[in-house]
T-cell receptor, first 111, second 116 residues
């Protein structure tokens, strides 16, 4: 079983649509959770951290369910510029800052 | 603020040849990471340095890969000899310190390696 699992997509959605990505992780001792965004042929960049209480940043909402080991990202009112790969990322427990990346979910927003 | 710098951006070599990549982290960042990202996959950590010491190299194929960060600033990653399956993007990242879940890792643009 992969440590971090995501649906690779692609998700093809029209502009203005709402789209949701899901992710599961296998290590119950994982400490912190993130969504990174990676544009085609570019480096990953932190989109947002994910907290148990849920958090929102503009059109983006992230949720964490520790009991189910499940993470989600919701994008409302999709823009063309949202087209990218969204990587679910888990920080291992312990004193390191080791990140485990999922394979990513490709989003293509269509005009 | 300048970001993480990497060179070269692209490299094409034949199998069994050697190759080296260079990374200069963000100024003042104590922790440096090398990741391998194979097409269609997420980045995988190869090695992590804290200043000039190795924190984690458990996923580094040590028979062919080596890395150093001698003065605790810039770093080199070497592959010798390269195999076809080493074709990937090699990403360098840095963070301010090793601890804490909020210690954001900042990535460089990567070096795209093609092994023929």
């Amino acid at each position: 079983r992969k440590e971090v699992e995501q649906d690779p997509g692609p998700f093809n959605v029209p502009e203005g649509a709402t789209v949701a990505f899901n992710c599961t992780y296998s290590n119950s001792a994982s400490q912190s959770f993130f969504w990174y965004r990676q544009d085609c042929r570019k480096e990953p960049k932190l989109l947002m951290s994910v907290y148990s209480s849920g958090n929102e940043d503009g059109r983006f909402t992230a949720q964490l369910n520790r009991a189910s080991q499940y993470i989600s990202l919701l994008i409302r009112d999709s823009k063309l510029s949202d087209s990218a790969t969204y990587l679910c990322v888990v920080k291992e427990g312990g004193a390191t800052n080791k990140l485990i990346f999922g394979t990513g979910t490709l989003l293509a927003v269509q005009p | 603020e300048a970001g993480v710098a990497q060179s070269p951006r692209y490299k094409i070599i034949e199998k069994r040849q050697s190759v080296a990549f260079w990374c200069n982290p963000i100024s003042g960042h104590a922790t440096l990471y090398w990741y391998q990202q194979i097409l269609g996959q997420g980045p995988k950590l190869l090695i992590q340095f804290q200043n000039n010491g190795v924190v984690d190299d458990s996923q580094l194929p040590k028979d062919r890969f080596s890395a150093e960060r001698l003065k605790g600033v810039d770093s080199t990653l070497k592959i010798q000899p390269a195999k076809l399956e080493d074709s990937a993007v090699y990403l360098c990242a840095s963070s301010l310190r090793r601890l804490a879940g909020t210690d954001t890792q900042y990535f460089g643009p990567g070096t795209r390696l093609t092994v023929l």
